[in-house]
């Protein structure tokens, strides 16, 4: 397959798109997103409006972008997390690790202002929130892989399928995340979604 030169204009075009998708990045994660309009974002990477509807139909069609990205940064980060725990560490604990890391990222990185602007646009339909949501995400391929593992080594019970117990497993951090929204600051999110897991776990033990 022959490599294609791009001309000045074609590459001039692709830097002004990465700095616009850059500069609202920033701004959305500082700001929050419900409080960083087009207009703000064009300002700040010194583009005009018109100059942002070139590249983003909307701030939805950004958002949507920004929010398939950072699925699948965060997706390799959990990845690394497992891959770097020793070899007989528990399948209880990688568990539980994983949903702490889960929890740090959505506290610290993501942020709860952004994190309630998702759950209303999975709600209302407003932005492409699939990468977030769908079954075939890393991050459910991850927790399955880690029951299979689980289940091989007798630790975990083998008479539910483990894509199921994944799902479920993801289903419980979206319902504490939820509560966490809906209760913060009286709400500590890593705390309680280890003891959850925790719980969880003790009824995903095989007896």
């Known amino acids: 397959m022959k490599n294609v030169k791009l001309n000045?204009?074609?590459?001039?075009?692709?830097?002004?798109r990465k700095k616009i998708y850059e500069t609202a990045r920033q701004l959305i994660l500082k700001h929050g997103f419900e409080h960083v309009s087009v207009d703000l974002i064009a300002e700040?990477?010194?583009?005009?409006?018109?100059?942002?509807?070139?590249?983003?139909?909307?701030?939805?069609?950004?958002?949507?972008?920004l929010i398939e990205e950072y699925?699948?940064?965060?997706?390799?980060?959990?990845?690394?997390?497992?891959?770097?725990?020793?070899?007989?560490?528990?399948?209880?604990?990688?568990?539980?690790?994983?949903a702490e890391r889960i929890?740090?990222?959505?506290?610290?990185?993501?942020?709860?202002?952004?994190?309630?602007?998702?759950?209303?646009a999975h709600l209302a339909k407003t932005v492409n929130t699939t990468p977030a949501m769908s079954y075939n995400r890393e991050l459910y391929k991850l927790f399955a892989?880690?029951?299979?593992?689980?289940?091989?080594?007798?630790?975990i019970r083998d008479d539910i399928p483990v894509e199921s117990l994944s799902r479920h497993l993801i289903l419980a951090i979206r319902g504490i995340v939820f509560e966490w929204c809906i209760r913060?600051?009286?709400?500590?999110?890593?705390?309680?979604?280890?003891?959850?897991?925790?719980?969880?776990?003790y009824g995903l033990k095989k007896r």
């Not at 700040?44 to 972008?65: I, N, P, R």
């Not at 929890?103 to 209303?120: F, H």
């Not at 892989?145 to 630790?155: A, M, Y």
């Open 8 to 16: 000045k204009r074609q590459l001039q075009a692709i830097a002004t």
């Open 44 to 65: 700040a990477a010194g583009v005009s409006k018109g100059t942002f509807y070139v590249h983003f139909e909307s701030k939805d069609a950004l958002a949507a972008a």
């Open 71 to 98: 699925t699948n940064t965060v997706d390799m980060d959990y990845k690394a997390l497992l891959t770097g725990l020793p070899e007989n560490t528990s399948i209880d604990d990688a568990i539980i690790l994983m």
């Open 103 to 120: 929890s740090e990222v959505i506290a610290a990185n993501i942020g709860l202002e952004n994190i309630r602007v998702l759950y209303k």
């Open 145 to 155: 892989d880690l029951l299979k593992t689980g289940v091989s080594r007798g630790e």
């Open 184 to 201: 913060y600051p009286d709400f500590d999110l890593k705390e309680q979604i280890t003891e959850h897991f925790k719980i969880l776990l």
